[in-house]
């Protein structure tokens, strides 16, 4: 079995059939949890899946496989008042969910650009073109998003299609630079301090970063590449809680 598969596997019996005694067939003993939702280890994740509710339900939207790690893009519907588009990221270890990363935020039904936080292309790719990607993400995280150097912005974006899913960000490079100065006059500048992980798969790239937004947040940005520029954004900005029920820290 695939790493995308035992996943969407396990995703499938914890969180769709909200089956406690998934865990025992794909939690590792040692599970190391980053989550704010769940306390650390396999009891942690058991305590959460059994606690949810009658109407809980996850609508998954796009999958990313890179080596041993596996990124869910989707909806949870249930665990408040408010879906949570969240990013979900597991890493496989031996047969087993080993460890597991996420960031959530509220999904906003009137979005700048109209598109939703989720919509899109579904599935990676060209595979065969995923390490070029990647460097070209990697590269426009090092130089723009790190280094705040927004004088390359066109060296890496389409100035043709620049497709967004930031609720508050429209289509273009100018409806990022109209969102980007109504945040300034909010006091909420994108800065990003540390790029964790890069994830890539085909034409899909995901970067897992921290940083400040008015606040400290973590950052999970996902581009979609196609012939050497990102035509595609999708994100969730998450504040990073003071306090959580584990010593593991979000990252």
């Known amino acids: 079995m695939s790493t995308k598969d035992l996943v969407l596997q396990a995703a ?22 980053h989550s704010a939702l769940a306390a650390d280890g396999p009891e ?17 939207a796009r999958v990313l496989a890179d080596g041993d790690l596996v990124a869910l893009h989707g909806v949870y519907h249930g665990f408040g008042p408010t879906p949570l588009v969240a990013f979900d990221l597991f ?10 990363w996420d960031a959530l935020t509220p999904l906003v039904e009137n979005t700048a650009s109209g598109r939703s936080q989720t919509d899109g292309p579904a599935a990676p790719f060209a595979s065969g073109l995923t390490e070029r990607n990647r460097a070209v993400v990697a590269d426009f995280a090092q130089k723009v998003l790190q280094g705040a150097d927004y004088s390359v912005l066109t060296d890496f974006i389409s100035t043709e299609t620049y497709h967004q899913h930031n609720p508050e960000a429209a289509d273009g490079l100018d409806g990022f630079g109209a969102a980007a100065a109504e945040w300034a006059k909010q006091g909420k500048h994108l800065a990003y301090k540390t790029i964790h992980r890069i994830i890539a798969d085909g034409d899909l790239v995901l970067v897992q970063s921290e940083g400040e937004f008015g606040e400290p947040v973590a950052y999970w940005d996902l581009f979609r ?27």
Do not use: C, M, T
């Not at 196609?226 to 820290?249: M, S």
């Open 91 to 100: 890493r496989v270890a031996n047969g087993k969910l080993a460890e597991h």
């Open 225 to 251: 590449v196609q012939d050497d520029k990102i035509v595609e954004h999708w994100d969730v900005i998450a504040p990073i809680p003071a306090e959580l029920p584990h010593r593991n820290g979000l990252f």
């Open 12 to 33: 499938g019996e914890l969180f769709g059939d909200k089956d406690p005694s998934a865990v025992d067939r794909w939690v590792a003993p040692d599970y190391r949890q």
């Open 44 to 60: 942690g994740l058991r305590s959460l899946v059994s606690q949810l509710p009658s109407g809980f339900r996850y609508e998954l």
